[in-house]
């Protein structure tokens, strides 16, 4: 399989713990974005890499977030201390970069990581 | 502020009938319409994309209009089948405004056998 890989598929913690997920994009693709979502919404962004530079961050994405990408290759996502509210669906998505003169390429998802805040 | 309203919240078509949901968006800087299908359990699945150059875009059973002037998208899901069942989602974005896909609150699709 050679789509988007996250894991853990799952994640179970207590309030106030740190939790990292880890994100495995296309092997061609260059950028790599992060959502969240929540139940009966939408994916929310969170961030976006292209290559090993964080070139957009949401304002959802409160201190207690951060992101890398080391090498340009795989992303992790941290959170802090975590909270109730942060109990959602992390999704990790990639897709090539093209140059902004040819617009946005099409971004293809994997299946999330599911946070469950105790 | 929600940029993308989509319509109806849920919905559900007899097999073989044509399904078709709705999305307006208010950012005219808006230049990149993609549909994502989304099954319980999984990450969203692209399933067709238009950019505002063109009216129309057919692949096999699915079907985008788009309505510039109308700042209007819809998907259309010909020959609905149960497996279609699923949430869909519609998205924008802007070069201008970075690649980030702005969504659509979903609309649950049930297709009936």
């Known amino acids: 399989d050679t789509g988007v890989s996250q894991d853990p598929r799952h994640k179970i913690t207590k309030r106030g713990q740190n939790v990292t997920f880890r994100c495995d994009p296309i092997s061609e693709h260059n950028r790599l974005y992060w959502y969240r979502q929540t139940l009966g919404q939408g994916p929310e962004f969170l961030t976006y890499?292209?290559?090993?530079?964080?070139?957009?961050k949401s304002r959802l994405l409160s201190d207690r977030f951060s992101a890398e990408r080391p090498k340009g290759s795989f992303s992790t996502l941290e959170i802090q201390r975590t909270e109730q509210g942060d109990s959602a669906m992390y999704l990790c998505?990639?897709?090539?970069?093209?140059?902004?003169?040819?617009?946005?390429?099409?971004?293809?998802f994997g299946d999330g990581t599911r946070l469950s805040i105790l | 502020q929600q940029q993308v309203k989509q319509s109806p919240q849920s919905l559900i078509v007899q097999k073989g009938g044509i399904s078709i949901i709705n999305c307006a968006y208010e950012n005219t800087a808006f230049d990149y319409f993609p549909w994502y299908q989304q099954f319980p359990g999984k990450g969203p699945a692209l399933l067709i994309a238009?950019?505002?150059?063109?009216s129309e875009k057919k692949e096999g059973r699915f079907t985008i209009s788009f309505n510039k002037s109308a700042k209007q998208f819809s998907l259309h899901i010909m020959d609905s089948q149960p497996g279609d069942s699923a949430t869909y989602f519609c998205?924008?974005?802007?070069?201008?405004?970075?690649?980030?896909?702005?969504f659509g609150k979903g609309t649950t699709l049930s297709v009936s056998s």
């Open positions: 998505a990639s897709s090539l970069g093209t140059g902004v003169e040819k617009g946005n390429q099409p971004q293809h």
């Open positions: 890499f292209q290559n090993e530079a964080q070139l957009e």
């Open positions: 238009i950019r505002p150059d063109v």
């Open positions: 998205a924008a974005s802007s070069r201008q405004a970075g690649t980030a896909l702005i």
